[in-house]
Every structure is written in C-alpha cells, then in structure tokens.
C-alpha cells in the first residue's frame, strides 16, 4: 500500500503531461509564430477557403487543403519549406509533431470511419 502512494504523484506527472502535449499542440495549431493553421486549414485540418476573387477565368477560390491525412513526415516537411501561399515556419520537429498529435487526436472519429469504409470496398 505504501508503494502505491509512492507511485500516485508519477501517474499524475504522465496524465499532466499528455494534456500540456494535447494543449501545446492546440495552442500551436492556432496561434504559430504568429500566423495561425487555422486560417487557412480549418478548425480541424479539414481545409476551408482562405479568400475568394474575380479574375478573367471568373470566379476563383484559393483553398487551404485538407491535412487530416498528411503524414508526420509530410507536415514536418510542409511546414519548413516554402510554397506560394503557405508561410516557412522554422517550427522543430517537436512542435510539428504536437501540431500532428493534436490533429489526430481532434479527428480521431473522422479517421477511424475512413479506415473502417476502406476495408469495406
Ligand atoms: C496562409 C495560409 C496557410 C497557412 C497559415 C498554413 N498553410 Fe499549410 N498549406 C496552405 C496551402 C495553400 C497549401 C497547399 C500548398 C501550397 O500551395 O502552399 C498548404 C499545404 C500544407 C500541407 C501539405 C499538404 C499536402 O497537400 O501535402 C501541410 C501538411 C500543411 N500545409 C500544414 C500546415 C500547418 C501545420 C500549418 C501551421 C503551422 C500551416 N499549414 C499553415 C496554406 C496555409
């Protein structure tokens, strides 16, 4: 009995932990060095459209694409490379994967639904 009080305080530490990693992982999806995921990926990653215009084609849209299905390695990379639209973040590793973590876990309903369709077809 008296081990497991020893132990109580460590379960605590790894339950704090793993919410500050969740937490950590929002925080950065919303608000990274300034400019946010969210904007232009969506509340989840789903995608969204980040500005709609007129030009001689007529209307067009530029959209933020869905990342729910991107790798860890795939956003690493996204996120420290340049592209047209998306900012060069210069995140660590680390973070990227806080980000990655928190996208898994916000559509965990999402991504198991998919995996369920796909052993169906
Ligand atoms: C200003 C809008 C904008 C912001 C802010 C932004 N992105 Fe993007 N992102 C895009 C667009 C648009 C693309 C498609 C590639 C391109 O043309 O830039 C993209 C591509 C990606 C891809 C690759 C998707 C693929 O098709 O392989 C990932 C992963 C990604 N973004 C993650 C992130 C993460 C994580 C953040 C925050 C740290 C972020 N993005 C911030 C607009 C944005």
């Given at each position: 009995?008296?081990?497991?009080?020893?132990?109580?305080?460590?379960?605590?530490?790894?339950e704090e932990d793993f919410i500050s990693h969740y937490e950590y992982g929002e925080m950065l999806y919303a608000n990274p060095r300034g400019?946010?995921?969210?904007?232009?990926?969506?509340?989840?990653?789903?995608?969204?459209?980040?500005?709609?215009?007129?030009?001689?084609?007529?209307?067009?849209?530029?959209?933020?694409?869905?990342?729910?299905?991107?790798?860890?390695?795939?956003?690493?990379?996204?996120?420290?490379?340049?592209?047209?639209?998306?900012?060069?973040?210069?995140?660590?590793?680390?973070?990227?994967?806080?980000?990655?973590?928190?996208?898994?876990?916000?559509?965990?309903?999402?991504?198991?639904?998919?995996?369920?369709?796909?052993?169906?077809?």
């Open positions: 009995m008296k081990r497991l009080w020893m132990l109580l305080p460590l379960m605590l530490w790894a400019i946010s995921c969210m904007q232009c990926h969506g509340k989840s990653g789903e995608g969204q459209t980040i500005v709609e215009y007129r030009d001689t084609n007529g209307k067009e849209a530029l959209r933020g694409s869905d990342i729910r299905l991107n790798t860890l390695d795939e956003m690493i990379n996204a996120v420290n490379s340049y592209h047209k639209v998306m900012p060069r973040y210069y995140l660590t590793e680390e973070e990227v994967k806080a980000i990655y973590d928190y996208l898994q876990k916000k559509n965990t309903v999402y991504l198991s639904e998919l995996t369920e369709s796909d052993t169906i077809q």
